[in-house]
């Protein structure tokens, strides 16, 4: 075991022991792994991100999902009346692949709108902060934390592309009739090892009671366990409160409440990626591998309605990219004559890449939940060309 693995290892371990029981919950256990400040996944320079990494995104597979976001942007900027600025708040930019895309787009297609954009990057990790600064070095934009921007002073669009999936979370588990929270502990060898106990907040009952399911009428068998994100709520909360007026985008893996908490789905939906493999074992490879769980869009959209964040709309990735003028693209690859081997090969492979992004059971069948602050009745009307059907 390598000296870093062996640093988190005895981070988590340590405040294992400083906790009178003896225990944290799944949640910090999580966010030590991911965000530990010196030894995290997500805080060193141990995050492998691209086709031959851990995991890739839609940004991977080339600028087209980049430039439709932008150009679904650009009409968000004229439904607001043009402002200027107009802050376009990416949280959680990966390597900047997306930031660089969207801004060369708008630069070269709509530079009225780029003229007018305050391009706002949050990011946690202080290893991806610095890759995304050496890539976007050339753009028009800054680095914020949320502490920074003031309340009520957003006026344009948050965004953000598979993070919610990334945030620790509350792990629960039916015993006996009742909800137990899932805690992790040291064996006796010194490894981390599971324990079950009374919840460590009401907030985890009271959020089934916000996503419309009755724990007692399901009658959830003995074992069944599944994950609830309260930070993602949090989260929440806290962009709500920096929005005066604009939209919330946000694009990610995940079901309705329903589907989420459905009695087949009795192990939940936690995942490690570590090389491109995927399991579901959280304490192996600690430190170098990603773990994630899908979003519950309910749960975003009932306590975004508390917050006073109205739903505007909510699709799948496929439809939304399709409707953004994606078909357009792929039937424009269809036609084009192209003979050299090379140019043929470049062909497929973009084709291939287009096909990945709408894929129903893949990256297509990721859900895109927009919604919204402080419109006008009339604003709120005016119909988003990513929430449209598509042209067939």
Known sequence: M?????????????????????????????????????????????????SQGDFFTSPHLGADFGELLAGQFCQMWEILGCPVPFSLVEMGAGQGILAGDILRYLHKHHFEFFSALDYIIVEKSSALRLEQQQRLSNFPLRWCEWE????????????????VDAFPVHQVIWEQGELKEI??????????????GEASTNRLVEYFDLVGIDLAKNAYPEGYRTEINLLALDWLSMI?????????????YGY??????????????????????????????IGHQDITAHV??????????????RRLGFTQQGLFLMALGLGDRISAISDSNGSDYQDIQKV???RDSLHQMINPMGLGGFGVLLQCRGLTDEEITQPLQGFTIPKR
């Open 240 to 252: 709500a409160d920096k929005i005066q007026r604009g939209y919330l985008l946000t694009i990610d």
């Open 348 to 350: 497929l492979q973009r």
């Open 183 to 196: 805690y992790v502990t040291l064996g006796k060898e010194g490894e981390f090892v599971e324990v079950t």
């Open 256 to 285: 309705p409440a329903h589907r989420y908490y459905s009695l087949g789905r009795s192990q939940g939906t936690l995942q490690c990626y570590y090389r491109h493999s995927h399991h579901n074992d959280p304490y192996i490879n």
């Open 148 to 163: 920074e921007i003031p309340a009520n002073s957003l006026v344009g669009c948050c965004f953000s592309n598979e993070l």
């Open 2 to 50: 390598d000296d870093f693995n062996l640093g988190l290892r005895g981070a988590i371990a340590n405040q294992i022991t400083s906790h009178p029981q003896g225990r944290i919950t799944f949640a910090e256990f999580m966010n030590l792994a991911l965000y530990h400040p010196e030894h995290g996944y997500y805080s060193t320079n141990q995050v492998n991100i691209g």
């Open 296 to 309: 519950d869009f309910t749960g975003l959209e009932k306590w975004g309605e508390l917050c006073g964040l």
